[in-house]
Every structure is written in C-alpha cells, then in structure tokens.
C-alpha cells in the first residue's frame, strides 16, 4: 500500500468534524508512488494525480470492527444476524448491540447502529471531496467525466445502503462550507424517494460514463458494476422494467459467467481455474491483502465471524464466533443443494475439517453449532501478512452475477416475461446440484436467500420483500422464533446524531 494523498477531510456525521490525516489507497491494480501534499491544481492538470484522489475513496472499505463502519463486524450485525438467516453467536451478553439487534430490539443508543451511521456518512464525504476537486479537472473530457463517474458510483452506493437502514437520511450532494453544513438542508432527513432519486441520478451518470470492465483495472467500479447496482435499486423502488432492463444489459454484455463451483466463489486462489478472487462472477469486490502490514485488509471482518473456542480448550480457535447460520436457514436448504456445504461450517457431530486441512474440534470444544464459510480465510493456504487476524486479507463480494441473474429473474416475472426468470433461474439451480422450479416470486425469492445467505443482503431483502407481499417478514421471523413488527423495517437514527443536529434530525416511528 502506498501512501497516496494527505489533506484535511471534511466528515460530515449530521455535525461538522474536522479529520486531519492520511488517506490510502490499498489494492493490486495500480502501482502508486508516495505523493506528497496534492494541490487543486495538480489535481486539476493531471489525471494520475486525480486518480489517486478517487482511489483514496475505496479506503473507507478497510475501517470497520469496532470503528465507523461499512462493510465490516457491525455492518454484518445489522443485516445478517438481524435477519431469520443467521443468530448472533458467541453467547448471551458478549455483545449488548447485537443482542438487542437479533432480538428485533434495537435501541437508539446501539453502538453498532451509530458505528455504521458514520462509516456510511465518512464515505459519502470522501466522495463528495473528490468530486468537490475533479469538478475544475482540465485534462481530457473522457478520463475526467469517468473519475466523476466512478466517484459518483461509490456515492451511490454509500447512500443505498443508508436509506435502506435508516430510511430517509441527510442528503449531502457536495462538500458544504462551513457556514453552510449548519443549514437545515444538511442537518435534516431527505425523504427516502429523494435520495433514492439522488441515487439513480448518480448512476445513471456512472453508467454513461464509466468504462466496461475489459478497460477497467481489476477491483474498480466499471460500467456493469453501475447498471448492476442501479438495477437493484430499482428492484427496491419497485420498477421492474428498468430492473429488468438494466440486469439484462448486464447479462449480455458477456463479461461475466457463474462460478462452476459455488464453495470456491470466495476462495482466495482459483482450483483449476475456478473461483478466486475477481473471479468470473464477479461484478463489484473490495480489494485486500495487497500489503505485508495488513492495513489493506477489513478490520475484524474474518475474526469476527470465526469459530470460537468454548468448552474444553487446547485447539487455535479462529475468532469471536458472531454470526451463525440460523436454524431457519438450515431447515431451508433442498436435499442435493451444494451451497449448504459452501455456505455453513458445521461443527456437529464431531467436528469438521475445512478446506485447508484445519480441524475445528467436536462440539464440547466449540461455543456454537455452525459458523460462516464464506468469512472465512485459511491461516495457512491463503495469503496472509504481518502475523495480523484482525485484519485478514479476505475479500469481500459486494456484487455477482447470481445476484443479477436473481435480479432479472424477479423483474421479468413482475412483467409478464416468464421465459426469461426461467433460464435465470434454472442457471443459479443447475450450478447449486439443483432440479428445475417454476419462475413464481416465492420460488426466486428462496433461491437468493439460498444463494445470497450470509452475504449480508438478507435483511434488506425481507423488508423489501414485505413491502411487495404484505406479511412476508412477519411469517419469516416466526419461523426463527421472533416476532417480526413493521417499525423494526428500519433502524432507528443514531442519538447521537439527532444530539449533534441540535433535534433537527428527527426518529423514525417506533423509537
């Protein structure tokens, strides 16, 4: 990792913080020389420069445990095990936050609630600094509305996120002035249908702009990574037609294929041939493990879900043991389904030995019954750097090709394009060791929560899910033994924040 720009950030978290310090670049696409103080001007004149200045948005990726947030140990508190996929693991009381979260009975003083509140909002301000520099770029028009772009597709995506936890969030199109970061514009909530507006504007932007992923270095945003988000988030706001339309666009393109076996999609090397980073599948992943010091890795990210030591010790547990595969999702795997296998590491009866050789002992060694495969990251055949686990260099799959398969299955049954949602569907079953089933909105719906599980996508989708099907969430969280209500649909806006917007911010229903 090279040290690639140093200026005063302007965070935006409802109040105005000031953070001096280094931003980084992490990934193993670009070579970067150190950079010393990056002036408008040099950013305005040379593209490397500005470059650079967009690449330091990506670092946001690697923050996370018990710091702000994305992608990390909170973010998969509030959408995992919120959900009927997964339980919060470890034991009672290990965690306060995550306790409240899996009981459906968060608090407005969750940490993790506010942890994931300012790690979106931190990537929204380095977004919004670099876009606030390449706006007086005067190299070829090109490269700079492709920066813009890309800029503007990580934007957008902080943002989807946002308004799918919170709902309607402050929505901070610039790098306000100091005077103006007080104004009631950037100290109260937008509606969820403006920053959903906001979003696509961003998109639809990217997606003009942005190069196809043959022209693109390997870890960034591209073309198909921008209509592949803006048709999910078309799904969400219930246009199937252009859902439908733009995963299609995705789809024949031709740049993207389905992993032939589902348990290597999140391997770090590919078997002959197979899986492995960036693989094949592969739409839109964060980088990691491309230093010796760690810092490229997600904080906490693999430790945090990694089987637990309890009972009788004496065995190199693998980490704190959040996040179990649920009962629920146990129970609804089909007979012959592979991804079971690729999905959950279960310790009973008598342990398992996973991929790389390691023995997870039986369970009277073990605090719980089943762990994450997909968080996992073998000590001993994969990459490793600097002696670290807490920041293991696993890499993280944010968008694939199953997930736009799905995508377009469900958007063309919405509009009557049966044939279609068919092939998707058969695609995703046939790869899983799976028969044929009929293209209806339950049977798509099972198969991304069997695709998707503990991708950290669930929760967001049993909401949208209720919002087409009334009732849905409520039956899902019966099942895993919970009673689902409708406020729970959205998390409550941290205290915090509503404290530093002197009450202008105001609490969703329910809290």
Same mark, same amino acid.
């Given at each position: ?10 965070? *935006?978290?409802t ?5 001096s310090?280094?931003?980084?670049a ?6 970067v ?9 040099q ?13 330091g948005i ?17 973010f998969?508190?509030?959408?995992d ?5 997964a339980?919060?693991?470890s $034991? ?8 409240? *979260? ?5 608090s ?7 942890l ?5 909002? /931190? ?15 005067t $190299? ?14 990580l934007?957008?995506?902080f ?27 950037y100290q109260? +909530?937008?509606?969820?249908d ?16 942005l190069?196809?992923? =043959?022209?693109?270095?390997?870890g +960034? ?6 209509q592949?988000?803006?048709a ?5 706001m ?11 666009a995705?789809? @024949? ?10 348990s290597l999609? #999140?391997r770090e ?6 899986g492995?980073?960036?693989?094949s ?5 964060? /980088?990691?493990? *491309?230093n ?9 990210? @693999?430790v945090?879900?990694?089987p ?6 004496? #065995?190199?547990?693998?980490g704190?043991?959040f ?12 007979p ?7 999905t959950? =590491?279960t *310790?009973?009866?008598?342990? @398992? ?6 023995r997870?002992?039986?369970?009277? &060694?073990? /605090?719980?019954?089943?762990? &994450?495969?997909?968080a996992?990251? &073998?000590?001993t ?14 890499q ?14 469900e ?24 028969g044929t ?7 798509? #719906?099972?198969e991304? +929560?069997?695709?998707?599980a503990?991708?950290?996508?669930r $929760? $967001?989708?049993i909401?949208r ?10 039956a899902?969280?019966a099942?895993h033994?919970?009673? #689902? ?20 911010l ?6």
């Open positions: 990792m090279k040290k690639i720009l140093k200026y005063k950030l302007t965070l *935006i978290l109040g105005v913080a000031v953070l310090g280094t931003l980084h992490c990934k193993n696409y670009l070579d020389a150190p950079q010393g103080q990056i002036t408008q001007d950013i305005a004149a040379d593209p490397n420069q500005a470059k650079n200045l967009v690449l990506y670092n946001v990726f690697y923050t996370g445990g018990f710091d702000p947030d994305v992608d990390s140990f909170q998969v508190i509030m959408t095990i919120a959900s009927d996929d339980d919060h693991g $034991f009672t009381g290990d965690s306060r936050d995550a306790d409240e *979260i899996d009981a459906l009975q968060t407005t003083t969750n940490g993790a609630v506010n994931v509140w300012q790690g979106y909002y /931190q990537g929204v301000a380095r977004s919004n600094q670099a876009l606030d520099k390449l706006k007086n770029a $190299f070829d028009a090109t490269t700079k509305n492709a920066l813009i772009a890309e800029a503007r597709f934007r957008a995506y943002y989807f996120n946002l308004v799918r936890l919170y709902g309607g969030v402050p929505l901070l199109d610039k790098v306000p002035t100091p005077a103006e970061a007080n104004e009631d514009k109260t +909530r937008a509606s969820a403006d920053v959903y507006k906001f979003i696509i504007s961003d998109l639809d932007f990217a997606a003009a702009n190069p196809q992923k =043959i022209a693109t270095d390997v +960034r945003a591209n073309k198909s990574s921008a592949a988000l803006e999910k988030v078309y799904l969400y219930k246009d199937y037609q252009k859902a439908y339309d733009l995963s299609k995705v789809i @024949t393109t031709g740049g993207y294929s389905l992993v032939k076996d589902y999609i #999140w090397k590919a078997v002959n041939g197979d492995g980073n960036n693989n599948e592969s739409i839109f992943e964060i /980088q990691a493990g *491309i010796k010091a760690c810092s490229a890795g997600i904080n906490l990210y @693999t945090s879900q990694g637990r030591a309890g009972g009788k010790f004496g #065995w190199a547990d693998l704190y043991g996040n179990n595969p649920s009962a629920s999702l146990l129970g609804e795997y089909e012959g389904d592979v991804r079971r296998a690729g959950v =590491i *310790i009973l009866p008598h342990g @398992t030995v996973l991929f790389d050789g390691f997870i002992p039986s369970r009277d &060694s073990v /605090q719980n019954d089943y762990y &994450s495969y997909k996992y990251h &073998s000590r055949a994969e990459s490793n750097c600097g002696g670290s686990t807490d920041r293991l260099p696993k993280v799959r944010i968008l694939r090709y199953a997930d736009i398969l799905l995508i377009n299955a958007a063309a049954v919405q509009i009557g394009n049966t044939g279609d949602a068919q092939t998707d569907l058969n695609l995703v079953r046939t790869r899983a060791g799976l089933a009929m293209p209806t909105l339950e049977n798509i #719906w099972h991304r +929560r069997m695709e998707l503990e991708e950290h996508d $929760f $967001f989708d909401v899910q209720d919002a087409v099907k009334p009732g849905r969430a409520a899902a969280f099942a033994g919970k009673t #689902w209500k409708a406020t729970a649909a959205l998390f409550p806006i941290p205290q915090a924040q509503i404290d530093l917007s002197k009450g202008r105001k609490q969703n229903p329910g809290y």
